[in-house]
C-alpha cells in the first residue's frame, strides 16, 4: 500500500460509507426498524435488497471442462461419501485409516494440534503426518479418488511449526501501511507450510475492529477498511499466487461478517451495526480477498443484528456471498462454530448446512456429525442438491488447487523454507510506531552503556503473542524457539554485549550509571476469548500489568533518557507509562526477529541514522481508562489513524493528562 495519508483515506472511507447510505436508503426505509436482538433466520431471509451489495469478479473463473468432471465424480458418490468431503477433523481425533474408510474431505491441525501430539514436533514429523494422511485419502473404494486438504492457522507465518520464523501480527502489519510487505509475508507464508506438506491457511483474518476490548484484535490490520481490504487483497495474493503452483497455498477470508464489530468488543458477540455499515466498514475486506480469488470464505461466531448467528445467516452466507458477490469456492465453518446456532449441537446443524456452510469444522465428534447429517438427508431436512453444491465447491476448490494431479507425497522444499527472517526483521522495522520522542533521545549511539527492564525484554514468548507454538502461546518459553532473537539480543547486538545490562525488575541496577535506559513491557499472551477485556474494566496498560508501571517508576527521574518498547496486542491506555517516559514505541507484536526493534532504536555505527520509523497508527489510541471505541459519543483519541513521529520530523509531546486510577468503567 502506498504511504495515504490518514486524511485522504478517511475521505476515501466517507465517500465510500455515503454511496453505500445512500444506495441502503430505499431498501431499508420499507421494512420496520431492526431489533437490537438476533432474530431467527428463516424470517429475514429476503432478496429484495441483495443490490445493496456489489457484485465481485474474482480473477479465477470456472472451467467448463472441470465443471463437467466435478459433476461427474459428484453423481458417483454415495451419501457418506459426500458428507465424508464435507467433514474436517482435527488430527487428534482422526487417524488415517478413519480418513480411508469415512471418505474424510479435509483435517486441520488446531491451535494446540501437532503431530503425534507431540509439543514441539519436529519438521520430519510433519512431513510424515501430512504424507500419511494424504496417503490414506487416496487408498479409499472410490472410484475416483479424491485427494485431501489440510488446513492449519498459519496467521502470522506457520507459527505452530518448530523452527519457522513468525512475522508480526497483522495489527503490525497494518502500520507498516506496506501491500508490497505484506504480500512477501504471503509468499513466505505458502512456502513455510507447503514445506509441511500443507496447503491450506486460515488467514487472512479481515475484521474491522471497532472495540479494542475484543481479544483478537491484534489479528486485524486496521480499524479502517480501507487499510484491512488493501492489505487483505496483498495478503490473498501472495498466499496463493498462481493456484496449483508448487508455491501456492489457499487462503481463508475471515470471519465472516462482523466478528472486528461485536458490542464491546465480546469475542462471539453481537455485532448492532446498520447493514449499511456492514457493507461499509466489515464488507470491506472481502470485497478486497474474493476480488483477488480467495478461495475459501469461514463463517464468523458472532451474531448480527439483522440475521442472527452467522454460521445460521443464509441470507449473507449464500444470497450475499455466493449468489450476489459471486462467490464460487466453499465456506467452511469455524471449530465447532455450528453449535453456535440455536437447536444445532456440535455433531450436527441442518440450518447451517442449509444457510451455506459447505465444510464443516467438526474436530472432534465428526464421525456423529457424519451419520446424523446423512440420516437429516433422508429424512429430507437438508436438501440433496446442497450436498452436491456442497461437494461440488469443495471439488472445484481442490482442482483449482492442483491436488487432484499431485502426488500425496509432494512436498515442496525443506526445512529452509521455514526460515525468512530478513523478511521478518524488516517487517518489524516498518511496524514500529514512534508516539513520543521528546528532546530527540533517539536514536541511540553505539556503544552508549544501555540498562535493560522489563517483563517482555528477553521473552519471545511475549513478542510473538498467541498462536505461536500452541493457542495461547502462554506456554511458551525461549527455549522452545528454534530461531529468532529477544529485543533484548538485539539491543546487545547493537551496543555491543559489554555496554548492556538486563535487570528485568530494575531492583539491583544502578540507573545512574548508564547512558539511557530501555524499558521493555507489555501484554503477556493470549487468543480469542482468553484476551477480551471485558467491561466495566478499563484498557489501563498499568490496571492490567502494574509491574509494568512500578519498573519505569525505578528508573525514570535519574536525569537518564528512559525509552519504552510496549509489547502489546491492541493500543491501551497508556498516559501514566509515556509521562515516565522520554520515548516511547508501539512495537505491537513483533514475532521471533526482535532485532528489527534495536535496528531502529540505534544509529549506525557512524553516527547516522540508520533506520527512521516508519509505522504510523493503523488504530486510534485511548486518551482514558475507558476509551475502546472511537464513535463521536467516545471523544477523540489520544493520537488518530495515521500518527506516527520520525526521526526526519520531530514533534514535543510534553506531559499527558493522568485522570485519577479507577477500578471499572461507568456504564
Not at 627 to 645: C, I, N, R
Amino acid at each position: 500500500m502506498s504511504k495515504t495519508p490518514a486524511v485522504a483515506r478517511n475521505l476515501l472511507f466517507h465517500a465510500i460509507a455515503g454511496l453505500v447510505l445512500a444506495g441502503c436508503t430505499a431498501a431499508t426505509t420499507k421494512r420496520a426498524p431492526v431489533a437490537s436482538t438476533p432474530k431467527k433466520v428463516d424470517a429475514i431471509r429476503n432478496t429484495e435488497d441483495l443490490a445493496d451489495w456489489p457484485q465481485l469478479t474474482s480473477p479465477i473463473k470456472q472451467d467448463p471442462a472441470m465443471e463437467a468432471r466435478i459433476r461427474e465424480i459428484v453423481k458417483g458418490m454415495t451419501i457418506e461419501q459426500k458428507i465424508g468431503q464435507m467433514t474436517q477433523a482435527d488430527i487428534r481425533k482422526i487417524t488415517p485409516d478413519e480418513v480411508r474408510r469415512f471418505y474424510i474431505g479435509s483435517v486441520l491441525n488446531g491451535g494446540n494440534t501437532q503431530p503425534d501430539n507431540t509439543r514441539g514436533a519436529s519438521f520430519a514429523q510433519w512431513r510424515a503426518a501430512t504424507r500419511k494422511y494424504h496417503d490414506a485419502a487416496l487408498a479409499t473404494d472410490m472410484a475416483v479418488k479424491i485427494p485431501l486438504i489440510w488446513g492449519t492457522d498459519a496467521v502470522h507465518g506457520h507459527g505452530i511449526a518448530s523452527g519457522a520464523t513468525v512475522f508480526p501480527h497483522n495489527m503490525g502489519l497494518g502500520a507498516t501501511h506496506d501491500a508490497a510487505l505484506v504480500r512477501e509475508i504471503g509468499v513466505a507464508t505458502a512456502k513455510q507450510v507447503r514445506a509441511t506438506g500443507i496447503d491450506w491457511v486460515f488467514a487472512p483474518t479481515l475484521a474491522v475492529v471497532q472495540n479494542t476490548r475484543w481479544g483478537r484484535s491484534y489479528e486485524s490490520f486496521s480499524s479502517d477498511p480501507v487499510i484491512v481490504r488493501e492489505l487483505g487483497a496483498a495478503y490473498v495474493e501472495g498466499l496463493q499466487g498462481r493456484l496449483g503452483s508448487d508455491a501456492s497455498a489457499l487462503a481463508t477470508a475471515k470471519h465472516f461478517i462482523g466478528d472486528g464489530g461485536t458490542d464491546r468488543g465480546k469475542d462471539r458477540g453481537v455485532n448492532l451495526s446498520s447493514r449499511a455499515d456492514l457493507i461499509a466498514v466489515h464488507a470491506q475486506g472481502y470485497f478486497g480477498a474474493l476480488e483477488a480469488g480467495a478461495q475459501t470464505v469461514m463463517a464468523s461466531y458472532n451474531s448480527t443484528r439483522e440475521f442472527g448467528k452467522m454460521h445460521g445467516a443464509g441470507y449473507l452466507l449464500t444470497d450475499v456471498l455466493k449468489k450476489r458477490m459471486g462467490f464460487d469456492g466453499f465456506v467452511v465453518s469455524d471449530w465447532n462454530g455450528i453449535a453456535e446456532v440455536t437447536g444445532c449441537e456440535r455433531d450436527n446443524c441442518a440450518a447451517a448446512i442449509n444457510a451455506g456452510i459447505d465444510m464443516v469444522m467438526v474436530p472432534e465428534k465428526w464421525e456423529k456429525f457424519i451419520k446424523k447429517t446423512a440420516r437429516q438427508v433422508r429424512l429430507g431436512e437438508i436438501p440433496l442438491d446442497r450436498i452436491d453444491d456442497a461437494v461440488t465447491r469443495i471439488l472445484r476448490v481442490k482442482m483449482r488447487a492442483g491436488l487432484f494431479e499431485r502426488k500425496p507425497d509432494a512436498v515442496v522444499g525443506d526445512a529452509r523454507n521455514l526460515q525468512a527472517r530478513d523478511l521478518a526483521r524488516r517487517a518489524v522495522r516498518e511496524s514500529l510506531v514512534l508516539l513520543k520522542n521528546d528532546g530527540a533521545v533517539l536514536p541511540l549511539r553505539r556503544g552508549a552503556k544501555i540498562l535493560i527492564v522489563g517483563k517482555s525484554a528477553n521473552s519471545l514468548r511475549n513478542q510473538s503473542g498467541g498462536w505461536t507454538l500452541n493457542w495461547q502461546g502462554m506456554k511458551n518459553h525461549n527455549a522452545d524457539f528454534l530461531t529468532g532473537d529477544t529485543i533484548l539480543a538485539g539491543i546487545r547486538d547493537a551496543a555491543g554485549d559489554a555496554n548492556v545490562v538486563f535487570d528485568k525488575t530494575a531492583a539491583e541496577a544502578n540507573v545512574d550509571a548508564f547512558d539511557a535506559v530501555v524499558a521493555v513491557i507489555g501484554e503477556l499472551p493470549y487468543a480469542e476469548m482468553k484476551g477480551d477485556i471485558l467491561f466495566p474494566d478499563t484498557l489501563a496498560e498499568s490496571r492490567l500489568f502494574p509491574e509494568d508501571l512500578q519498573v519505569l517508576h525505578k528508573v525514570a527521574g535519574h536525569g537518564k533518557p528512559v525509552i519504552t518498547v510496549l509489547v502489546s496486542g491492541r493500543p491501551l491506555y497508556a498516559n501514566d507509562l509515556i509521562n515516565l517516559s522520554n520515548a516511547f514505541v508501539a512495537a505491537w507484536l513483533p514475532g521471533t526477529e526482535g532485532k528489527g526493534v534495536a535496528d531502529v532504536l540505534f544509529r549506525d555505527a557512524h553516527g547516522a541514522i540508520a533506520h527512521d520509523f516508519r509505522g504510523t497508527l493503523a488504530f486510534q489510541w485511548p486518551q482514558s481508562p475507558c476509551q475502546a471505541s472511537f464513535t463521536k459519543e467516545d471523544g477523540e483519541p489520544l493520537f488518530a489513524l495515521g500518527y506516527g513521529v520520525k526521526y526526519t520530523n520531530p514533534r514535543h509531546l510534553g506531559l499527558l493528562d493522568t485522570p485519577p486510577a479507577s477500578n471499572g468503567c461507568a456504564k
